[in-house]
């Protein structure tokens, strides 16, 4: 009797620690993923919210280089959108949607008049466009979801281009890129 309940408390122990000894690591596999999951909330739905901005551009700008550069953002955030559509659901994440942050975004835009859109649109744009390139750095150098890594690896010249054609845009119409630069450096929240 007593050797049967020493076995069953050696294994129960046994059990106990591999539990125990096991937790910490599924804390850090959980801190992981929570990034790659940031990752596909953030891009998701800043993507959106590029969508549904550059088709307000397309009806509201005063510019034509602010029109065409709104088309183009509504084009080439759909075809982006449904590849990191098509990511989150393969990594077992939600599919992306517009965030509350980014719907306030576009409900001041969608109500601003038609004088001060392009100039502000265009500063909006270069600053997201900058959390956008920081954020899909950040993912192809620490994610830890190997598709997801792979996919923000792909996508980071495209950021980077479009970055550039918001800069030159947004420098056509009179912004100060410099200005809009600096706000996205201090931490602003449209990506």
């Known amino acids: 009797m007593v050797v049967k309940n020493l076995i069953s408390a050696t294994i129960s122990g046994l059990l106990l620690s591999a539990v125990v000894g096991s937790a910490p690591a599924a804390a850090q596999q959980a801190k992981s993923l929570a990034s790659d999951s940031a990752f596909i909330v953030k891009a998701g739905s800043a993507g959106v919210l590029q969508v549904k901005l550059g088709q307000l551009a397309e009806k509201k700008g005063n510019s034509p280089a602010v029109v065409e550069f709104g088309k183009r953002m509504a084009a080439d ?4 959108n449904e590849e990191l559509k098509t990511a989150a659901k393969q990594a077992g994440f939600p ?8 719907q306030q975004i ?3 835009f969608n109500s601003m008049g038609r ?5 502000n649109y265009m500063a909006q744009t270069v600053t997201g466009h900058s959390d956008a390139v920081r954020l899909f750095q950040q993912e192809s150098k620490d994610g830890r979801v190997q598709s997801l890594k792979q996919l923000a690896s792909k996508m980071l010249p495209e950021m980077e281009q479009r970055l550039n054609v918001a800069t030159e845009t947004a420098r056509s119409v009179g912004v100060d ?6 706000k996205s450096t201090e931490g602003s929240a449209s990506y």
């Open 106 to 108: 576009f409900d001041r």
């Open 95 to 102: 599919a992306p949607v517009l965030s509350r942050q980014d």
């Open 77 to 80: 955030y759909s075809k982006t």
């Open 115 to 119: 004088s001060s859109f392009d100039k």
């Open 177 to 182: 890129v410099a200005a809009a630069t600096s």
